[in-house]
């Protein structure tokens, strides 16, 4: 077994705190990294905290991971030691069901593999455990090539944040022609924005905060609506194609549902910890449909980590150190970074 070092919650009510641990030996089919950076999501904190479902502890979070290759199996063909490499939400599925035959292992029918808080099959059934640790061993169809194009830290959101906005985006086909709105200006909403854009869709952020305007705008957002001010709001009842959902706390699906064209769409990526409510006249007047989204499977998370290189694309960060996690969690509740932080593992 592989000795590492992370931070761990040892229970839903204790904070993170230092934790040895082990992995397993690379196996011939196994990469191993060390991290060197790795993303905060708001999952994370959910997870701790058991606010969707029964954690497994203790648990170590992180699922924006990115660092070098140390080590190698001797059937692996696609990294080699001295790569960047990363690892997203998933570190494996049943390779075997439908969806994983078309390259959908987010939606694998027999259950995906977590990166942390599941079970590892591929082991020998033990937790797995995230990016807040200093090395990590992962089946080799589940690590990606990062670019040396980008600055490492900043593109680590990328893994999480920038694949759950940009696979809705290229399924639905948002681009040219097309009126978007982001619902939400934080770690999801503000990559949504810069793919929105970068595809040529005309975006217009929708947020409760005034304050977040100029942001908006340094984004690329072309329009910026208040929808505590009902003159704003009624200025663009009818007008989006798609309204793109970032927000995890319970909102009003009715009011957004008003803002659409007939036939528009509302793509749901934010997971509140409670259920929203969607009223049957919001969505029959005007057929308007509510859809959800998760991540991309692992070919179309590299060609979202191929499309950021060529076009500069990452996420906006703040980055902190390891022991200044909790501070980060109690800003993050509070809507108080931007965009992502990201924790520098060299602090560990």
Known sequence: MITAKGYAAQSPVTDLGPWNFERREVGPHDVQFDILFCGVCHSDLHQIRNEWFPGIFPMVPGHEIVGRVVKVGSHVTKFKVGDLAGTGCLVDSCHTCDNCNHGLEQYCQNGAVLTYNSVDKYGDGSPTYGGYSNTIVVKEDFVLHISDKLPLAATAPLLCAGITTYSPLRHWKVGKGHKLAVLGLGGLGHMAVKFGVAFGAEVTVLSTSPSKAAAAAKLGAHHFVVTSDADQVAAVKGSFDFILDTVSAEHDFGLYLSLLKTDGTHICVGVPSSPNKIPPFAIIDGRKSVAGSSIG??????????????????SDIELIDMKDIHAAYERMERGDVRYRFVIDMATL
Do not use: K, R, S
Not at 297 to 314: K, S, W, Y
């Open 297 to 314: 499977g692992l070919p179309e998370t590299q060609e979202m980590l191929d499309f950021c290189a060529e076009h500069n694309i990452v």
